[in-house]
């Protein structure tokens, strides 16, 4: 019972997308093993509502490079499955592994001195990890080879995308639920996703994560910028004169717009703060503009309020669906298990890059593994079968359809993907 | 304590007249064979009570870390290395040194034959301290394998292995010189647990199959069996001999502990997978780990129902004797398995994997059950090899101090655990759970506080068992002065 199942289970194959470890990060995997960080993190998300905070329900292929295992037993502190995509600042873990409660209060997780050397100047090529006065030791501080490891390590955490196909893996965000503002779900999110580094009351660390109480962006009457920080993620931006290195780490894949627009909204009527409140279509809106704004040579310039958003005929998108996929994706999205994957809370149809789905109508697939699963029957293409405004209310119906929540796309994606050989 | 036991203890105190050394070990006979007996186990009790005491200290330190996660912030003294020196610690040194020293002494009395081989005992004791040494060392300095309870590095797990395969050895080769036909259940237990924890030692560490989620399934399979083939075998093989002596009366049922015996090994091996549910490790693996954790329910019951039928009718007097370590025993294996039965469904699992409820979960069992056992078979059984009785006062301390403390040690962390899980499940923050938990671990740390000092009393109890005065000596000598 331990033999056979470990000799099957040792050639599981990667996820796809799934990188091998660096030296320097599997460096860092020993550190984390030799401190015993396994024995608080786990490394496993399950597809239970508890662990959404934490990522995508794990696959088997998340651990092909992961020897030594660390699933991990017990879960005293978060789960670190990905946390490389939910906190990527390198300044923000070295803060963090050397005195934890520097950014959160009530963490009781071991502080790792050890991992960093203190050092009268600082050496060249090294950057200084920006502790708060009263956790700094009065020299200058530096990860040491440990640390650094141990931090890329920390880093190299991400889970990619995929199709959550168990049993109660739900879809990307809630759908039906009315627009507007719960202030309660605001401030846990919030918690949840920000406070480590802005802090619970919004003051941030004085030089490393800027306070947003009484930030201008967030008080802005405009929230574009605002919601457009929040998906992107930002870094090096002057803040009241003063530079912030530490980078943001981008939401858009992460949450939901209903969630997206809880926090903002939460940012925006806490510590003083009067921002005008957005709703979540504020935040789908953004989404959509995404590629109209990276085009912009000045981002600032663009209003994207003006911006016409992508709209489409419902009605021909759900006939062209069913005459072209139901067959197999089944009318309700939901395929045939082990055999057609199904679309209803797909990764790819939920993707804020449209790209991977756009190419898969237009040219087909074969043989993907999709969450452990490979699919074995081929799926056509279809860019010699339907016009690119067909297509491209095919791709808009399963967006928007049983649950999903993708951005949509216009005609002019499909041309740009179908010259794009 | 029981009537005839006292008469042995004034017995065994004329003859205790006749040593003159108060170092040596006093003899229940006469007979060399015995005396090499006494040595050996008293040996091994001896090793396995510092170990209980250095394991305990280190956890409690551990558990102080919880509300004071500043204190004592150096590589050498972080909670991350030390967790694994504390269960590394009680597992294979405190409970592995003492089960193998009842065992070989069971195996000799049980059979009425001499001890295979007295050096062969002494080398098996090298080996396993020396392991236990070296793996605390080495884990100390941050050299770790990094999967729970098998942290040491293969080389001293090798050591560990030929600590185990020359104890079994021995206690084959003494069974084989018994004098009846019969084997006498307590060996099946003893020998047939130490076998299949060597199979499993192996098993888990050759490593050409241990990549990747195949590790974990690998994990699965040995975390749970250093539990249900090594300590749980080993302390009801154990309970079967202690018992009877103890209430002078046979077991209730022979066929029921021979049931109970196949069972435990046809079932125990498969429910590994139970300790990742939900995890991405095959669903079927996991529903017949689920499957067979519920059939578990045949060899718990089985094997509790046969010792409570034992212990029948004994309440008027038992509450003086070692016999009660035995029956919080028989409760801790009765509840802490039941209990295991449960948390594998996976609508708890929901609530309470991954929380601190597992590891009141694993204190229930290791300490509830196994530690517990292992006391009655002590206290009951090396007093009749030496001739040493503990005062009845010391050892009724300890039991209080330790039944005490891992009650609130494990109340506390149900509780914790519980509201951990349901924090989780409303989709409170994370931070909310941590915070939510810490009332709790202080209380853990006070269930924590009396188990260790109920350890220290254990200690001086076998002082006064081997090396030091008994109780039966001071009273000699009391008479002796007036």
Redesign the interface.
């Known amino acids: 019972?331990?033999?056979l199942?470990?000799?099957?289970?040792?050639?599981?194959p990667p996820t796809p997308g799934l990188k091998p470890l660096t030296p320097l990060e599997a460096r860092g995997r020993d550190v984390y093993?030799?401190?015993?960080?396994?024995?608080?993190h786990?490394q496993?998300v399950?597809?239970?509502?508890?662990?959404?905070?934490f990522g995508r329900?794990?696959?088997?292929g998340?651990?092909?490079?992961?020897?030594?295992?660390?699933?991990?037993?017990?879960?005293?502190?978060?789960d670190l499955s990905n946390i490389g995509t939910r906190q990527s600042s390198s300044i923000w873990q070295y803060i963090h592994l050397y005195q934890?409660?520097a950014v959160?209060p009530?963490?009781?997780?071991?502080?790792?001195?050890?991992l960093f050397r203190v050092v009268d100047k600082l050496p060249p090529g090294e950057k200084a990890v920006p502790l708060p006065p009263q956790f700094a030791p009065g020299g200058v501080v530096v990860p040491n080879d440990d640390g650094k490891a141990l931090a890329a390590y920390l880093l190299s955490l991400k889970q990619p995308a995929l199709v959550p196909t168990?049993s109660g893996a739900a879809p990307l965000g809630p759908s039906s639920e009315p627009l507007g503002f719960d202030a309660t779900k605001g401030a846990?999110l919030f918690?949840?996703n920000c406070?480590s580094c802005h802090g619970a009351e919004g003051k941030g660390v004085p030089g490393t994560f800027p306070p947003l109480a009484g930030d201008p962006m967030v008080n802005a009457a405009n929230p574009t910028a605002h919601i457009g920080a929040v998906l992107h993620g930002l870094s090096g931006k002057v803040i009241n004169g003063q530079k912030y290195e530490a980078q943001m780490p981008a939401f858009a894949d992460q949450l939901a717009d209903q969630q997206i627009a809880d926090i903002i909204n939460h940012e925006r009527s806490s510590w003083g703060n009067r921002g005008a409140l957005i709703s979540a279509a504020d935040v789908v809106a953004a989404r959509a503009n995404e590629p109209l704004q990276k085009q912009a040579t000045s981002p600032e310039q663009v209003s994207p309020v003006a911006a016409p958003a992508p709209s489409f005929d419902a009605a021909e998108g759900s006939k062209l669906f069913a005459d072209n996929c139901a067959a197999c994706h089944g009318a309700e999205g939901k395929g045939v298990p082990g055999t057609f994957p199904p679309l209803a809370g797909d990764q790819v149809v939920n993707a804020t890059d449209p790209a991977e789905h756009i190419t898969t109508v237009l040219r087909g697939l074969s043989g993907k593994a999709i969450n452990?699963q490979k699919y074995e029957v081929e799926m056509p293409p279809f860019a010699d079968r339907l016009s690119d405004q067909q297509i491209a209310d095919i791709i808009n119906h399963e967006r928007t359809s049983w649950g999903n929540q993708g951005p949509l796309v216009t005609p002019a994606d499909i041309t740009k993907l179908r010259a794009n050989k | 304590m029981q009537s005839n036991e006292l008469d042995n203890v004034a017995e065994k105190t004329e003859r205790r007249m006749m040593s003159d050394s108060a170092a040596a070990i006093p003899l229940r006979t006469g007979a060399p064979d015995d005396r090499v007996l006494a040595r050996v186990f008293a040996a091994y009790v001896a090793s396995a009570a510092i170990w209980l005491v250095f394991s305990t200290a280190v956890g409690l330190l551990v558990s102080f870390?919880?509300?004071y996660?500043?204190f004592a912030?150096?590589?050498a003294l972080?909670?991350?290395?030390l967790?694994?020196i504390h269960t590394s610690g009680t597992f294979y040194a405190w409970a592995s040194q003492a089960l193998i020293g009842l065992a070989l002494f069971v195996a000799a009395r049980s059979s009425g034959a001499r001890l295979y081989s007295e050096r062969l005992a002494w080398i098996s004791l090298a080996l396993l301290n020396l392991a236990a040494v070296l793996g605390t060392v080495t884990l100390d300095l941050?050299?770790?394998?990094?999967?729970?309870y098998r942290e040491w590095l293969w080389w001293i797990r090798v050591i560990l292995g030929l600590g185990l395969i020359t104890a079994v050895l021995n206690m084959i080769a003494t069974v084989e010189h018994r004098e009846g036909e019969h084997i006498y259940i307590s060996n099946w237990y003893t020998i047939g647990g130490t076998l299949w924890t060597i199979v499993?030692v192996v098993?888990?560490m050759l490593p050409w199959?241990?990549?990747?989620?195949?590790?974990?399934?690998?994990?699965?399979?040995?975390?749970h069996?250093a539990v249900g083939l090594w300590f749980t075998p080993l302390s009801l093989g154990v309970s079967y001999y202690a018992l009877p002596k103890l209430l002078n009366r046979p077991i209730y049922s022979y066929s029921l502990g021979v049931f109970a015996f196949w069972t435990n090994l046809i079932f125990y091996?498969?429910i590994?997978?139970h300790?990742?549910e939900?995890?991405?490790?095959?669903?079927w693996?996991q529903t017949t780990a689920i499957v067979f954790s519920v059939a578990m329910l045949v060899p718990v019951l089985s094997g509790t129902a046969n010792f409570l039928l034992t212990f029948r009718g004994t309440h008027e007097w038992i509450y003086r004797s070692p016999a009660m370590f035995i029956l919080v025993g028989v409760y801790g294996y009765l509840l802490g398995s039941t209990q295991g039965t449960l948390e594998a469904f996976r609508s708890l699992q929901?609530l309470w994997?991954?929380?601190?409820y597992?590891?009141g979960h694993s204190h229930l069992t290791m300490y509830g059950f196994v530690t517990f056992a292992i006391w009655g078979g002590i206290y009951a059984l090396l007093p009749r090899a030496t001739g040493k009785y503990p005062y009845n006062l010391a050892m009724g301390i300890h039991f209080w101090l330790s039944a005490v403390g891992v009650v609130i040690y494990v109340a506390a962390l149900s509780a914790a655990g519980t509201i951990?899980?349901l924090d989780?499940?409303r989709?409170?923050?994370?931070?909310?759970s941590?915070?939510d938990a810490?009332p709790y671990w202080l209380w853990r740390s006070v269930g924590g506080s009396l188990m260790f000092a109920g350890h220290l009393v254990f200690a001086f109890n076998v002082w006064t068992m081997t090396y030091g005065r008994s109780y039966a000596e001071l009273a000699a000598a009391k008479t002796v002065s007036a």
């Open positions: 019972m331990g033999v199942p470990g000799i099957w289970l040792s050639k599981v093993v030799s401190e015993g960080c396994f024995y608080c786990t496993q399950r597809p239970l509502s508890g662990d959404k905070p329900p794990s696959a088997p998340d651990y092909a490079y992961q020897t030594t295992e660390l699933l991990g037993s017990e879960r005293t502190g978060p934890p409660r959160v009530q963490s009781i997780m071991p502080a790792f001195p050890w168990q846990a918690a949840d406070a452990g | 870390k919880f509300a996660p500043d912030t150096t590589p972080s909670f991350g290395r967790r694994a941050g050299f770790t394998y990094g999967q729970e499993m098993v888990s199959y241990q990549f990747g989620l195949g590790q974990v399934a690998v994990q699965a399979f040995f975390m069996n091996p498969i590994g997978a300790h990742f939900f995890s991405p490790l095959p669903w693996l929901q994997h991954l929380t601190n597992t590891v951990q899980g989780w499940f989709g409170l923050t994370f931070i909310q941590v915070e810490a």
